[in-house]
């Protein structure tokens, strides 16, 4: 009996920069086609996102034939070519090094005039080779630490019920929106399928300061990040690896990261979730009163 219906789908071409929405995508080796396979950097290869430049957030990415084309209000468009082949070796969010290739120069000027401060853009080819966290046994993109994020709308009308601002789910950019009736089963999801994909929840996501964040806007607000620390705060998370322990403690959590296979499966709106296995979750409910 399905337990959820996938409502809504988002890639996001660029790492911290604009949603693309969709009404089906492919799983990939690295996840969904598209997602989080370019980075901005900095001259030395450090990672760029929205926690210390907003404006990331305009900037869209459009999937065109052999590459992007990017656009920011202000800034005008470009297009650049996807390489091939790795030219470059840059940070990815948790430290690690990662061989990619480099976009070149219109993308790094264009950055560079954005932020106002030395920018370039790198992107995921065939030949990188990146393994992260609890996922080392399978290649990702430029993800934080899991191949996608689910996240349920149950739990954000939950989190909305007791907030003092209204904010929308692209606020947490996630991969995949489920439909359900019961706030916070995800954080219980262990294997379970969406259609044809298989997924393994492995990772309650930890949450930083993005998702105050308007993403339509670049203005920031308080919320959730109010709401999170009254009721999603994680102060202890046994049973996980020290590094990724340390990014649970002391976070909030809201939504599950997981594997996602077989490569080729196609997701579609409306695909019906079915939970096979289920695990104790590392955050007990918010209580109704709370």
């Not at 992007?68 to 070796?89: C, D, K, W, Y």
């Not at 990146?130 to 939950?158: H, I, M, W």
């Amino acid at each position: 009996m399905s337990q959820g219906t996938l409502s809504a789908i988002y890639v996001h071409p660029i790492k911290s920069c604009r949603r693309i929405e969709l009404s089906e995508i492919e799983v990939s080796a690295t996840g969904l086609t598209g997602d989080r396979e370019w980075q901005v950097v900095t001259e030395a290869g450090d990672p760029v996102t929205q926690r210390q430049h907003k404006i990331l957030a305009l900037v869209e990415p459009q999937l065109v034939e052999g590459g992007l084309r990017i656009s920011a209000p202000g800034h005008g468009s470009i297009e650049v070519e996807r390489p091939q082949t790795n030219t470059t070796t840059v940070r990815g969010l948790l430290g690690d090094e990662v061989a990619c290739g480099e976009a070149g120069a219109q993308a790094a000027t264009f950055f560079s005039e954005l932020l106002a401060t030395p920018a370039r853009l790198s992107v995921i080819t065939p030949a990188t080779n990146r393994e992260v966290g609890l996922f080392k046994d399978r290649v990702v993109s430029f993800v934080d630490a899991a191949p996608v994020v689910v996240t349920n709308t149950a739990s954000l009308a939950d989190l909305l019920n007791r907030s003092s601002e209204e904010f929308g789910m692209e606020r947490f950019r996630p991969n995949l929106v489920i439909d359900t009736d019961r706030p916070w089963a995800e954080d219980t999801w262990h294997e379970f399928s969406i259609g044809e994909t298989d997924l393994v929840g492995t990772l309650p996501w930890p949450r930083c300061v993005i998702p105050q964040i308007d993403q339509d806007t670049a203005q920031r607000h308080k919320e959730p990040a109010l709401v999170l620390r009254a009721h999603r705060w994680c102060e202890q998370a046994p049973g996980y690896p020290a590094g990724l322990r340390a990014a649970l403690e002391g976070n909030a959590l809201f939504g599950m990261g997981a594997s996602i296979d077989p490569v080729g499966a196609i997701l579609r709106i409306g695909d019906p979730l079915m939970v096979q296995s289920t695990m104790e979750p590392t955050l007990a409910p918010p209580g109704r009163h709370d």
